[in-house]
């Protein structure tokens, strides 16, 4: 979060929204945010939106997840809202969209599909 | 790949192998490489595989990946290796595997299915 | 869409709804819907709601899809709702999500995000 | 499985070979195998090789899987391989690859990659 300067907006339960300002260090050869950075912010707004659902002392890895990316990150700001789906006993299925702000125009930009595991009475220091 | 230090070591028709070596900036909490480093890899290898097999004109865009995260990333390398199943006209699809070395081992790390488009006569500059 | 007893209830520009009723032969050794009959009503709408925003000659293909199976397939009626998220030149992305009814009562039982392809000029007969 | 007439041919630990021959109400509008059907031969085959490292009284169940389709099924017999990658405490990770035959020669026809979990004591009656 600290590299790539994400910055947590909103956690309710259920639910996170992550925002990335524009910066060089995060773009590919056309000035655009990568790929890998839109992945990432998806993939801690679906840890944040799992977690919020869980117990104070467990923690949460991403099992999988799988994402589709449909436009370049071609703006100054990289917003991603995530929300969980099913939030069962061991698994938790969320959904992330990732936005693109260029212009103050929002433009979906990728959506994910996450799978994440609540690790019981391991909290993260 | 600069911003993550990550090194090409081979690229064949069909196949790529990069690697990033251990630097605490890439690290999340537990200082093992963040998720998003290891997903970043094995899409940037399944990209170099992919266009391997594509005209010298054209440039590959990931269309979407799946990625399943298997063990933490607790080791001093980064090895990911990517394999093309299919180079069709417009689309191909890719697995790569991520390993991690720690005391001279390997282990598997995470993997992933990709699916790429060709944009022809669109050379990346 | 014979064989499983599917019934297109709803398709609008980008949106399609399918159900089917229960049936001894589509269900496994619990007599739950089977997770193939759920995978392929998914399936299903998302072709059809990105079929409702293509050319009239033109057919459509699954490139690929990620689907989660949340709850069992226990109930009377599966019902699956599919909205596109892209409609691009080439590709679509569409999102499914198919719910299990019992006693009156919906529940989520699976959810799949899911890549097309236009065919141009290829009707399908 | 019966309703598919889908036959166990190999199952190893961690491996499983599962063929479904040609049968004209397992087919779509021109004649080749349904990939409702693609998908589920390759979901049963990562559920065998799956179960087949798991404790006699655990019963398997899948969480996710995420297919590419890549050909048709376009032939008399359909052939679905399915390896582990990982196999966890709870989760096993496995990838599928389907085959389709045709004329004595099989061509890569889908290919998927699937979490699955273990529901230890709960044996499948």
Known sequence: MTLINAKL???KP?????QIPYD???TQQHGFFHAGII???ADNAA??????LMEEDSSVLTVEFKLNLMSP???DLLIAKANVLKNG???????SEVFIRKNDKEKLCAASQTTLIELKN???K
Do not use: H, N, Q
Request: glycine residues 12%; aromatic residues 10%; proline residues 3%.
């Open 24 to 26: 060089v260090t995060l």
């Open 39 to 41: 992945s990432t912010i």
């Open 73 to 75: 990150g071609d703006g």
């Open 122 to 124: 391991k909290p993260d």
């Open 89 to 95: 006993r061991t698994l938790t299925i969320c959904r």
């Open 9 to 11: 907006i909103d956690v």
């Open 47 to 52: 840890g944040y939106a799992s977690f919020s």
């Open 14 to 18: 259920g639910y996170c929204e992550i």
